[in-house]
């Protein structure tokens, strides 16, 4: 059974630390992404990977950081997190990249800064 | 990407078709229109694209308008299961870059 797993259901954190929040996958699958959901907005791309230490940026990467060492693992990192960065965050996988690959999800991690 | 317009919200009735609009009117020859589909608490799931012809598969049918502006997506017999929130995307078909927007919440209602 696919699996995509993310470090953490619920995160609050203060204005200015330095987040991480962790996605692993066990499908071999060669491409990782990173997104944000927030009411009225949909999900938006902020970074993808397309294999091991390569990085893409999405729509909305100011902000943020990634980092791919191992295949199965694709980090997330807020520098310096800022209360508009509240949210709700989204891993996926997928085997090629081609949006007519499925993308398997991750719970979510719903990140909250005071 | 070329932007797409849909309405936030529609009703249907549990056993009736679900007709869910989509205006992409600044989509470019060589851009695909996908549909994707959001139920609560779960990640997006992939539900049928098309270019230019209609497409049926065993989830859904995608209408595409002959200048290729707007598009359908039907789903033949909508159940309670259906209730999602669901995604018109146009993008290239090798793109990475997937702008999901803020979609269609569909209540389908017995």
């Known amino acids: 059974d696919v699996k995509v797993t993310q470090s953490s259901r619920y995160l609050v954190k203060r204005t200015g630390e330095k987040v991480f929040l962790e996605c692993v996958q066990d499908?071999?699958?060669?491409?990782m992404f990173w997104y944000r959901q927030d009411p009225g907005l949909g999900l938006r791309l902020i970074y993808f990977?397309?294999?091991?230490?390569?990085?893409e940026k999405g729509d909305i990467p100011e902000g943020y950081s990634v980092s791919r060492e191992k295949k199965e693992r694709f980090s997330l990192i807020l520098e310096s997190a800022s209360t508009n960065q509240t949210s709700m965050y989204l891993c996926?996988?997928?085997?090629?990249?081609?949006?007519?690959?499925?993308?398997?999800f991750g719970p979510g991690t719903r990140l909250t800064v005071l | 990407d070329a932007k797409t317009t849909q309405p936030p919200s529609m009703d249907c009735a549990e056993g009736r078709a679900a007709n869910l609009p989509c205006n992409h009117s600044?989509?470019?020859?060589?851009?695909?229109v996908y549909w994707y589909r959001q139920i609560h608490s779960q990640g997006p799931q992939y539900i049928i694209h098309?270019?230019?012809n209609n497409e049926t598969n065993e989830m859904a049918s995608l209408i595409i308008t002959e200048d290729r502006k707007s598009s359908t997506l039907i789903l033949p017999h909508a159940t309670l299961r259906d209730t999602a929130v669901y995604y018109c995307i146009v993008a290239y078909t090798g793109g990475f870059k997937t702008i999901f927007g803020a979609g269609t919440r569909l209540f389908v209602k017995a």
């Open positions: 996926a996988s997928s085997l090629s990249g081609k949006l007519t690959d499925t993308q398997y």
């Open positions: 600044t989509i470019s020859g060589n851009e695909y």
């Open positions: 098309g270019l230019k």
């Open positions: 499908m071999d699958h060669e491409n």
């Open positions: 990977s397309y294999d091991v230490k390569m990085k």
